[in-house]
C-alpha cells in the first residue's frame, strides 16, 4: 500500500510508573510538509517524539515511515531511517569544537583517523548555506544559548533526512534568527523534507505550517490543516476551556516594598540589576532561557554570590552567605530544577516537607515523629498532595505532586519573600490551576511572591507587574495592565525593545 | 599577542609552568639533578605508573574511575611470570599470557559499568580484591622467580642506550595520543565524558565506548604489570599496590577532570607523571627521608589541582 503519508504513528501508547504519558494518540505527516505538534507542557508532545526517535519504546501501537510498518530501536537507528531530532533540552558537549558536535556519531575519515580539516570545513559550509558564520573550531561552551541552538538546528539538517523534528526550535533565539530558521524550514520542505514543528508560541505556527496536530494531557485531541482553524479555536482546542479560568490571579493593592535589589552584578552572568518587590504583588520575571533570571534570583536566595549591588530586605542591606541564611530572614526560593534540586527523590514525602524546616519545629535539635506525620498530613491535604500517606516515595509521584510537594516544603519556612523558579514546567493542567490558585492566594496573604516562568500565558495570566531580562540585564519593568501583549514582553526579551516603569 | 592571549597561555600552560619551576629549583639545590644519568633514571622510574595512568585517563575523560591497576598490574605479572617459567613458550606468548590477563580484567570492568549500569567506583574496587586475590592464589603467596631472560629484558635491558620501559612508555604515548586526538573513536571517548545523553543521541553506541576504554585501561594495567615484573626479576603477588592512586594522581595534576568528564590529555598526564617521578628523585638526591616525600606527594596533588581549580573558575 502505498501512502500520501510519509509518516504514520497510530494509536501510540506510552506509560511511566504513576503516568498516562501518551495513551492512544495519533501523527501522520505528509512528505514536503510543516506539521505543527502542539500541546500545553505535559501533553505529552516531546514523549511521542522520544518514542519516534528511537529514546522510548512505545507501550503500544504502530509507526509507518513510507508506508511501510516499522520500529525504531534507538536514537541511532532514528538517524539511519531518516529521523533527525532537534532536542528541547540542547545537548552539546561542552568541550568539544562546533565541527565536533555536528559531526558527532557521523565523523568523515581519512583512512584510519578522523579527518578534521574536512569537518572544519563542511561545517563552514554548512553554516554558511545556512547563513551563519561562526568559526566551525568554536568550543561549545563558549556559545550563547541561542547559538548553541543554531548549532543543534544546523546539526539535524546535516543528517540529510528525510523528516526533521524540531522541539520548540525557537525558545532560545533572537526574532532575526526566527526568520532565518524558517527560510531554512522553506528551503528544506521545497526540497521534500518533512518537519515536526513543536511550539507553544501561536504566531509561528500560523506563520509556517500547513497543519497542526494537538495533544492534550497524553490524549489525542485533533488535527486540521491550518487554513481551516482560527488562533482562538486552536487555543481552545489545546487548554479545552475559555483561557481566562485557568489563571484565578486577582489584581490587587500592592503594599510596601520588601526586596528592593540596586545594581545587583555577577561578572558575565547579569549586570546591574535593580528592581522592588512589594508586599501582596506577583513579579512576574520574563525573558529567554540563559537571560540571567535563575542566576540573579539564586544569588537573592543565597547559592550565588554577586560581584558587586546591594539586596535590601524590608529597608535593611542583607547579603546572603547562603541559603540557610536566607531561609533564616525568610527568603526563600523554588528552584527550577525540580528533580536536580528541588526534591530528595529517594526520601519519603514527609522528610520532603520537613527538609527545610527541621530547626524551626525543633529548636531543641531533637526530632518528634509524631509531631512530624501531623504537619506532613496537613500539608498533604492543603496542597491537595495525591498520596496514600507522607511515607511514599517522592520519586514516585507524578510531576504535579511532585511540584507540590516541593511548594510545601519551601511555604512551610513561613518566607516572606517567595521565588517560584518555572513553578508549572513539565507538569500538568489540573496541577498548573492549583498552583496557581496557590500563588495568588500567598500573594492576598501579603507574601512577595516572585515567578521566575518562560510560558508568556503564565506571566500575563499570573503577574502584577512582570520584569523582563535579556542577555544578564533587565530590559523592562512593566505593569502588567491589559494592554501588554505577548509580543511587547518578547521583543524586551529579545533585548530589542526596553521600558521600565517603575 | 596581546596580554589576554598572553594570559590564556599561560593558564593553558600553566601545568608545564609549575613543572619547569620545580626542575629549575631542583637543579639549584642539587646540581647532580640535571645529571644525564639522573634524568634518564627518572623517566625510567615514571615510566610504570606513566603507561597505567594512559588507561587511567581514558577512564577518568568518560566520567569513571578506575581502582583496579594495581591489583590488575600485579595477577598479569604473576600470570606471565608463571607461564614463563612453567612452558617453554616464545616470548611474546608470555607476554601476550599478560596482556590477556590485563584485559580480561578491563573487559570485565567495562561490561559491569555499561550493561549492569553500577558506578565505576564499585565495580573496580570489586575487581581490584578480586584481581589481588587471584594473583595470590596462582602463585600460591609466593613470589615466582625463575622468570626467562627474554622476558626480563623488557625491564632491564636498553635500546640504544634508552632502556626497555622508556621505549614502551613512549610508544604508548603516542598510541594513546593518536587514539584520543586522531581518531574517531577518540571523539567519541570525550563526547561521552561530556554528555553521556548527547552521545547517545547522536548515535553513537555508548556502552562499546565505555567496555572499550576499561578493556583499554586492563591492558594497560597488564603491560605496567609485565615491565614490573621484569625489572624485578620475580613474580611477586603483592607488588603494584597503590599504582592505581598513582596513576589517578598524575592523571588528575596534568588537567584531567575527576568531576566532570570529557576533559583530558596525553600530555598533561604525561607532565603529571613526571611532576611526581621528579618530586620523589629530587627529594631523594636532597636526602629527604621516604616519610617526608609521600606528605609532599599528597600536598603536590592537592596544590595543582587548587591552583587548576582557582584558574578555570
Known amino acids: 500500500m502505498s501512502s500520501e503519508y510519509i509518516l504514520e504513528m497510530t494509536e501510540i501508547k506510552k506509560h511511566f510508573p504513576g503516568v498516562k504519558a501518551l495513551d492512544g494518540v495519533n501523527l501522520k505527516v505528509k512528505k514536503g510538509e510543516v506539521h505543527a505538534l502542539m500541546g500545553e507542557n505535559g501533553a505529552g508532545k516531546s514523549t511521542l517524539m522520544k518514542v519516534l526517535s528511537g529514546i522510548y519504546r512505545p507501550d503500544g501501537g504502530t509507526i509507518r515511515l513510507k508506508g511501510e510498518e516499522m520500529r525504531i530501536l534507538n536514537p541511532n537507528d532514528a538517524i539511519k531511517k531518516g529521523l533527525a531530532m532537534i532536542h528541547q533540552e540542547l545537548t552539546p558537549v561542552p568541550h568539544m569544537t562546533i565541527a565536533e558536535n555536528i559531526f558527532l556519531g557521523k565523523e568523515q575519515r581519512k583512512g584510519l583517523f578522523a579527518d578534521d580539516r574536512k569537518m572544519v570545513k563542511d561545517t563552514q559550509e554548512l553554516l554558511n548555506s545556512l547563513g551563519f558564520s561562526f568559526d566551525p573550531r568554536t568550543r561549545m561552551e563558549e556559545l550563547s544559548v541561542s547559538r548553541m541552538q543554531i548549532v543543534e538546528i544546523a546539526k539535524a539538517v546535516s543528517h540529510n533526512a528525510d523528516i526533521i523534528i524540531m522541539d520548540e526550535p525557537t525558545s532560545a533565539i533572537t526574532e532575526n534568527e526566527v526568520q532565518k530558521l524558517f527560510h531554512i524550514i522553506r528551503d528544506l520542505t521545497a526540497k521534500g523534507v518533512s518537519v515536526i514543528y513543536i511550539t507553544h508560541k501561536m504566531d509561528e505556527v500560523f506563520q509556517i505550517a500547513k497543519h497542526v496536530t494537538v495533544l492534550r494531557d497524553g490524549q489525542y485531541i485533533d488535527s486540521k490543516p491550518i487554513e481551516a482553524i482560527t488562533p482562538e479555536e486552536l487555543v481552545n482546542m489545546l487548554v479545552g476551556r475559555q483561557l481566562n479560568e485557568i489563571y484565578p490571579k486577582e489584581r490587587q493593592q500592592a503594599g510596601d516594598p520588601v526586596l528592593e535589589v540596586k545594581g545587583l552584578t555577577q561578572k558575565n552572568v547579569y549586570k546591574n540589576v535593580s528592581f522592588t518587590a512589594r508586599k501582596g504583588e506577583i513579579l512576574g520575571v520574563a525573558g529567554l532561557v540563559g537571560a540571567g533570571r535563575t542566576e540573579v534570583f539564586e544569588t537573592i536566595a543565597g547559592i550565588r554570590k554577586a560581584t558587586a549591588g546591594e539586596i535590601y530586605l524590608k529597608g535593611s542591606k542583607k547579603q546572603f552567605s547562603s541559603p540557610t541564611e536566607a531561609i533564616a530572614n525568610k527568603v526563600v526560593i523554588a528552584t527550577e530544577d525540580r528533580k536536580g534540586s528541588g526534591l530528595f527523590q529517594y526520601l519519603k514525602i514527609k ?20 509531631k512530624i506525620n501531623a504537619i506532613c498530613d496537613e500539608e498533604m491535604n492543603k496542597f491537595r498532595i495525591k498520596a496514600p500517606d507522607g511515607n511514599q516515595l517522592v520519586g514516585n509521584l507524578s510531576g504535579g505532586n511532585q511540584q507540590k510537594v516541593v511548594l510545601s516544603r519551601v511555604l512551610l519556612t513561613d518566607p516572606d519573600v517567595v521565588i517560584f523558579d518555572e513553578p508549572t514546567r513539565g507538569i500538568d493542567i489540573g496541577a498548573k490551576s492549583e498552583i496557581y490558585k496557590l500563588m495568588s492566594n500567598l500573594a492576598r496573604e501579603g507574601k512577595c511572591v516572585i515567578m521566575i516562568s518562560s510560558e508568556m500565558p503564565e506571566i500575563l495570566g499570573m503577574s502584577d507587574r512582570v520584569m523582563v531580562m535579556s542577555e544578564g540585564k533587565v530590559t523592562g519593568v512593566i505593569e502588567n495592565t491589559n494592554d501588554v501583549t505577548q509580543d511587547m514582553i518578547f521583543q524586551m526579551a529579545c533585548g530589542v525593545k526596553e521600558k521600565v516603569v517603575n | 599577542m596581546d596580554t589576554k592571549k598572553i594570559l590564556a597561555f599561560i593558564n593553558k600552560a600553566k601545568i608545564i609552568i609549575i613543572f619547569l619551576v620545580m626542575c629549575i629549583i631542583l637543579s639549584i639545590l642539587a646540581p647532580s639533578f640535571l645529571n644525564g644519568t639522573n634524568i634518564i633514571n627518572v623517566i625510567r622510574q615514571i615510566s610504570i605508573i606513566c603507561i597505567i595512568s594512559m588507561g587511567s585517563m581514558l577512564v577518568i575523560i568518560t566520567g569513571g574511575i578506575d581502582l583496579s591497576p594495581g591489583s590488575v598490574a600485579a595477577v598479569s605479572g604473576v600470570a606471565a611470570a608463571l607461564f614463563g617459567t612453567r612452558f617453554d613458550g616464545p616470548i611474546w606468548l608470555v607476554l601476550l599470557v599478560g596482556l ?24 573496580t574496587l570489586g575487581m581490584s580484591e578480586i584481581a589481588r586475590g587471584v594473583a595470590y592464589v596462582i602463585s600460591d603467596g609466593k613470589p615466582i622467580s625463575g622468570i626467562p631472560k627474554g622476558f626480563r629484558a623488557i625491564g632491564r635491558s636498553s635500546i640504544a642506550g634508552v632502556p626497555v620501559p622508556i621505549v614502551i612508555m613512549v610508544i604508548i604515548l603516542i ?18 565524558g561530556g554528555n553521556q545523553n548527547a552521545a547517545r543521541v547522536s548515535g553513537i553506541n555508548v556502552d562499546r565506548i565505555l567496555i572499550l576504554v576499561y578493556t583499554y585501561a586492563g591492558i594497560m594495567a597488564g603491560l605496567g604489570g609485565l615491565v614490573l615484573t621484569a625489572r624485578i626479576s620475580t613474580g611477586h603477588p603483592n607488588s603494584a599496590s597503590g599504582y592505581e592512586l598513582d596513576a589517578i594522581a598524575a592523571t588528575v595534576i596534568g588537567g584531567t577532570s575527576l568531576s566532570t568528564g570529557g576533559i583530558g590529555s596525553v600530555t598533561g598526564t604525561l607532565i603529571g607523571a613526571l611532576i611526581i617521578g621528579v618530586l620523589n628523585n629530587g627529594l631523594d638526591i636532597l636526602g629527604v627521608s621516604a616519610y617526608y616525600q609521600q606528605i609532599a606527594k599528597g600536598l603536590i596533588i592537592i596544590i595543582t589541582v587548587l591552583m587548576d581549580r582557582k584558574a578555570t573558575s
Not at chain 1, 522528610?351 to 515523629?369: C, D, L, T
Not at chain 2, 570485565?108 to 550493561?115: D, L, P, R, S, T
Request: glycine residues 12%; contains cysteine; charged residues 15%.
Open chain 2, 100 to 123: 590477556l590477563v590485563g584485559g580480561a580484567c578491563g573487559l570485565f570492568n567495562g561490561i559491569i559499568v555499561a550493561k549492569g549500569k553500577i558506578p565505576a567506583f564499585i565495580v
Open chain 2, 175 to 192: 598510541v594513546t595520543y593518536i587514539l584520543t586526538k586522531k581518531l574517531i573513536v577518540g571523539k567519541h571517548i570525550f563526547a561521552v
Open chain 1, 351 to 370: 522528610e520532603n516537607i520537613m527538609a527545610s524546616s527541621y530547626q524551626k519545629f525543633f529548636p531543641r535539635s531533637v526530632i518528634n515523629g509524631r
